[in-house]
Nanobody, 123 residues
Framework: QVQIVESGGDLVQPGGSLRLSCTAS????????IGWFRQAPGKERERVSC????????HYADSVKGRFTISRDLAKNTVYLQMNSLKPEDTADYYC????????????????WGRGTQVTVPS
């Protein structure tokens, strides 16, 4: 049984940092790409970042480039999202999702999802 669990969400002041974690069981990160998505109230879910399975290449939304960093620890089967210089517009529920081999841009391309973790950056 596949399980995806996110953690690390919190309330943080503008300019602050958070590190989100995504731990997978039932799949391995050398075969599954992991994407981080977020959904703010009243908005569509968007992909924030992704790390592919084969070569660990990374992808970022323009809105987070230079501020967020995705990384993975294959031994722990965990992917991290380091978020720096947080802004109020980063406020959202953040979800981790897995897709076979390569990163997809859209949520329908992902097979397994976590339940999300909430990030709040007050204005």
């Amino acid at each position: 049984q596949v399980q995806i669990v996110e953690s690390g969400g919190d309330l943080v002041q503008p300019g602050g940092s958070l590190r989100l974690s995504c731990t997978a069981s039932g799949i391995t990160l050398d075969r599954y790409a992991i994407g981080w998505f977020r959904q703010a109230p009243g908005k569509e879910r968007e992909r924030v970042s992704c790390v592919s399975s084969v070569d660990g290449s990374t992808h970022y939304a323009d809105s987070v480039k230079g501020r967020f960093t995705i990384s993975r620890d294959l031994a722990k089967n965990t992917v991290y999202l380091q978020m720096n210089s947080l802004k109020p517009e980063d406020t959202a529920d953040y979800y981790c999702a897995a897709t076979f081999i390569s990163c997809g841009l859209y949520d329908h391309e992902y097979d397994y999802w976590g339940r999300g973790t909430q990030v709040t950056v007050p204005s």
